[in-house]
């Protein structure tokens, strides 16, 4: 291009390098500074399952999941200034078929149990979940409530448990980060202690109570037993 | 000034005293009970909707506040607290005790829409049951639950069970011939659209829609339970933060201090009012913030702009709030008597930081209707849709923004004043529309309203004298108001009119703490906005009420 030409009238130059690098299959359009820094070679060598787990770490789906007062705070942690998207987990997902962890943001009460089991059970595997704020981890201040779960993992499997009533924003991102490093190091959840489950009416052990459900309940409907005496 | 009523020359209107108002009922009056906020009248259990339709047609007693129920050792009892709309100081306490054994009272229902939802919470949770009722079934709790969790003898140890229904078409049997189209959409209550846990079972006729129920209670957290068993001093206070938890904390902690403060007589010093009126307004800016930036949610599906911008402003008040409180979202700043500390120091840069807030805050309202109500789009969707006519709205005992997007004149800091507020100088908002349109505008116009009150505050507190900054009055380490007193208190809430009854026993707990919540009231609507609308405008209605799940259920 000569001097005494201060800027470019004809494109044609640029739209064939571009079209010619893409019939060719040449350029470097794809290499990144992460590959220069490689070196020379183009291979690297690792575990699959530690690599796995790396792109699974790095790449979260959230379900969007609200419940109580947290549920408020994780809005904000998605939302401007907190921005969990920085941490590649903030894309909150609408069904819980493309979504790889579940915040449990609030208090569950009886019955919202069965509704929340279902909604775990309809996740794909591998599936985590962040207990967030005091009610999931034990009931919180709703804790003598006579219709509150005392804490979510009666119900289902937790991960991590971010405590606070509500956690600070601040926090839910470290307990995102910090679950993010387990699954990158592929730990898994502890098994729970006493899972309420969903089961068939019929399945449940007879006793008085059940006797007396019998004809209100039909023998194939879901149905989830607590046991308010047994609970901490 | 802006504060005063217009002039009313209606016959309802006029104040009559409680022994005119015996005259007027007649024989109904058994005996009288009279509460420290009204008049109480004890009637028979068979004579409700007599003696209310006498009070609503007669005396002009047309807002149903809330149906609070209640064990005693000998009876139940369920209290109809009756208000003006035109003068909420004029109140009137409807008593019904019902027999111990077989509690049954007739149903208020056919008198007052409203009655529907607290009649059956009253069932499900103390276990009265009203005769004449068209669907009393429980509503907060599952409908296997054994026993009534708030009566006397109520063993919370018991199993229960929770079953997982599978919905069937509730109106199956009316639609079996081959012409219609029915078909049943459940929503929620896990759906982003619910604003929470709220289930909606929704019956489509094509597009449109021929029956919505909301369905309630899954975030039913036994507050009532957790308020009477705390001491009244300290160990309420914490709770009501999270009934409306959209960061009107301050707003819902007034609602109780109010309430417990008349009841035991607390005065509270004028500084640590202005404060108090200060806060609550951030807090209604916080909510009203949250409102609007869901209702573009749900309504523009825009969630990367309108949503941010709102939350943005949202974080700046919460700014505020957490220098003032000490805490972003559950404040527990109010104290009997006050509030804990003072303003934070410096003050000056309190002061800046708040000017700076508010100086702003013009520019973003100005932005917010560039992006949302000026456009088009948005004006389709809510401009007309969602019909709430005032008449349906005052029926259903709706408040706040939905009654006033009705051009319902009511607002409790005006009309029942307290705090500071009818030393300031601010206008009620009302629009005309009735439509999910003019609530939005309501509350972006209430907004403004209360930044000019923070700035008044903020000129009050600057210049109050040094010696003169007293936030707390003297109050006694343990409060036991007087035996089987009884109070009903209401503050403005951001979603409406908050209201407490509280019954003391002479112990240092309440023996019954009822929440009047006004989102309850305002859901109760939605059937009568959404019927006959096309689907996606029931989601528009539905964010337009701005409920809050957890005041709903509490």
Known sequence: ?232 | MSLERPDTTDDAALERTPDELEELLGDLVVKRDDHLNAPGFVIRPDTVQETLSTLKEQAGYDHLSVVSAQEYENRYESIYHLKKFDDPTQEVSVVVPADKDDPVSESAEPVFRTADWHEREAYDLIGVEYDDHPDLRRILLPETWQGHPLSMDYDKDRPQIATLPEHANPLQEHHKDSESDTMFLNIGPHHPATHGVLHLKTTLDGEQVVDVEPDIGYLHRCEEQMAQAGTYRHQIMPYPDRWDYISAGLLNEWAYARAAEDLAEIEVPEYAQVIRTMGAEMCRIAAHMLALATFALDVNGDFTATFMYAINDRERVQDLLEDLTGQRLMFNYFRLGGVVWDLPEPREEFFSKTRDFLDQLPESVEEYHNLVTSNEIFQMRTIDTGILPPEVAKNYGATGPVARGSGVDYDLRRDDPYGYYDELDWDVVTEDGCDNFSRLLVRMREVEESAKIIEQCVDLLEDWPEEERNIQANVPRTLRPDDDAEIYRAVEAAKGELGIYIRSDGTDKPARFKIRSPCFSNLQTLPEMANGEYIPDVIAALGSLDIVLGEVDR
């Open chain 1, 1 to 232: 291009m000569s001097s005494d030409q201060p800027f470019i009238t004809d494109e044609s130059q640029v739209v064939t390098e571009t079209r010619d690098a893409r019939m060719t299959g040449q350029g470097d359009r794809f290499n990144s500074r992460l590959r220069e820094a490689f070196g020379s070679s183009p291979f690297i060598l690792t575990k699959f399952d530690k690599f796995l787990n790396w792109c699974r770490g790095s790449s979260m789906f959230m379900l969007q999941f609200g419940i109580a007062c947290c549920s408020i705070e994780m809005m904000h942690t998605y939302a401007v200034k907190h921005d969990l998207d920085r941490f590649g987990s903030g894309v909150p997902r609408a069904s819980p078929r493309q979504a790889d962890v579940m915040i449990v943001p609030g208090t569950i009460v009886s019955k919202f149990a069965p509704r929340m089991k279902r909604v775990y059970d309809q996740m794909p595997e591998p599936k985590f979940v962040v207990g967030m704020g005091s009610c999931t981890i034990s009931g919180g201040p709703f804790q003598e409530g006579y219709n509150v779960i005392k804490g979510a993992e009666e119900v289902i499997p937790i991960d991590i448990h971010v405590p606070g009533c509500p956690p600070r924003p601040e926090a839910l991102v470290y307990g995102v980060v910090k679950l993010q490093e387990r699954v990158a190091n592929g730990e898994a959840a502890p098994v729970t202690v006493k899972p309420y489950e969903l089961e068939e009416f019929s399945d449940l052990e007879r006793d008085e109570l059940v006797d007396k459900l019998a004809d209100q309940i039909d023998e194939d409907e879901l149905v989830m037993r607590y046991n308010f005496a047994d609970s901490p």
